[in-house]
């Protein structure tokens, strides 16, 4: 499931369209919603008009602003920082509609799709949220549906007649509920010209984006590590912390387990020049018998540098889970999500479904500790 796990770019797993809805998507609007992360709150707004959309985000105590430019008409897509540190990047978006991470009228409809097996949907009530006429649901979610660790939405505001999510709670399993994504302010007004005028200096990668936010660079490592339990690719200092050898050749044991679960954190700590700051970035990964499970990490930003790689493979000799580790580097301050995809791959290399963790996101400012951290 994709559920974003309230964080940075939660719209992608948060703004739903509802399957009934019949309203006709409008191309130009202002969206403004305020995300909650561990305590500390993310302000996000979406502009969109027409073939472009611009993303901005500012977190609560966090110097500097992250902005994202989609040109999906152009084929293009910039990533804008703004502050102590100013940068520019930008790739090419490989779609001619609108990204899904950041449409609210279908960027979601297959998340409350993906929620887990056995979800239920209960109406409530209809009420405002800040003056938007909303239905009010609960969500039961099976107990055993994710990991512990893992956010899942416990009630959600449907906005009427337009079915999009403007305000979700959640919590982890026996958890509390808390507002985890909140829209202040949404309107279909067409935003100001200004906002979509592309960068005059910005620095072109050779990092792709499909509408789905996935990530792809040219020349990407395939590199696999195997252990029984642990998986950690890159230590504290840098330093391999387990065998890494090439899949080329390699024929693993036919199976037929399934990776039921796939769940991501990310922290971030002091690393190495020029950015100063990483993530370290940890999977769980739960198969039902054993298997060889291919992995892969991915960001919907360029730029990123994954330790020996954003892929690998792990075995499993039974039922269970396994933790992958990666630790990722910057060449300057970031904002984006990752996300972790698993699958069971078989003798011929290629992979059964593929499971999908939900939305970790981050917000690296290079440099010293940002406050707060």
């Known amino acids: 499931m994709r559920f974003a796990s309230a964080l940075l770019l939660v719209v992608s797993g948060l703004l739903a369209a509802t399957a009934g809805a019949q309203t006709p998507t409008p191309q130009a609007y202002t969206l403004s919603a305020e995300v909650t992360q561990n305590g500390r709150k993310i302000l996000m707004t979406i502009y969109r008009d027409g073939p472009k959309v611009r993303v901005e985000m500012a977190g609560e105590g966090v110097p500097g602003n992250m902005h994202t430019l989609y040109d999906f008409e152009a084929h293009k897509v910039y990533w804008i920082m703004e502050g102590p540190q100013p940068g520019c990047s930008a790739g090419r978006?490989?779609?001619?509609?609108?990204?899904?991470?950041?449409?609210?009228?279908?960027?979601?409809?297959?998340?409350?799709?993906?929620?887990?097996?056995?979800?239920?949907?209960?109406?409530?009530?209809?009420?405002?949220?800040?003056?938007?006429?909303?239905?009010?649901?609960?969500?039961?979610?099976?107990?055993?549906?994710?990991?512990?660790?893992?956010v899942q939405p416990s009630r959600l505001w449907l906005s009427e007649p337009d079915g999009i999510i403007i305000k979700m709670e959640g919590a982890k399993r026996g958890g509390r509920p808390s507002t985890i994504l909140e829209v202040k302010r949404f309107t279909t007004e067409k935003p100001q010209a200004a906002l979509f005028s592309s960068p005059a200096a910005c620095q072109?990668?050779?990092?792709?984006?499909?509408?789905?936010?996935?990530?792809?660079?040219?020349?990407?490592?395939?590199?696999?590590a195997k252990a029984s339990g642990e998986v950690n690719l890159?230590?504290?200092t840098g330093q391999s912390a387990v065998a890494v050898s090439s899949?080329?050749?390699?024929?693993?044991?036919?199976?037929?387990?399934?990776?039921?679960?796939?769940?991501?954190?990310?922290?971030e700590l002091p690393g190495p020049a020029p950015c100063r700051r990483k993530l370290t970035a940890k999977g769980a990964i739960t198969v039902n018998g054993p298997a060889t499970v291919w992995y892969r990490f991915y960001a919907n930003v360029g730029g990123l540098q994954f330790a020996f790689g954003q892929q690998g493979t792990t075995r499993l000799a039974a039922a269970g889970s396994v933790n992958v580790t990666k630790d990722i580097t910057f060449p300057g301050s970031r904002s984006g999500e990752l996300r972790l995809e698993a699958a069971v791959q078989g003798p011929d290399g290629r992979h059964d479904a593929v499971q999908i963790s939900d939305v970790a996101t981050f917000r690296v400012v290079c440099g010293p500790a940002p406050p707060g951290k």
């Open 204 to 224: 072109m990668t050779n990092s792709e984006m499909d509408d789905s936010g996935v990530m792809r660079a040219h020349a990407e490592a395939n590199i696999s």
């Open 93 to 150: 978006y490989l779609s001619a509609r609108a990204p899904i991470g950041v449409d609210p009228f279908t960027g979601s409809a297959q998340t409350l799709a993906e929620l887990p097996k056995g979800s239920q949907r209960t109406f409530v009530r209809r009420e405002e949220v800040n003056g938007i006429p909303a239905r009010l649901e609960d969500i039961a979610v099976p107990a055993n549906a994710s990991a512990p660790d893992v």
């Open 234 to 236: 890159a230590d504290q």
């Open 247 to 267: 899949t080329q050749g390699k024929t693993p044991a036919q199976s037929t387990a399934a990776v039921t679960a796939v769940a991501l954190q990310v922290s």
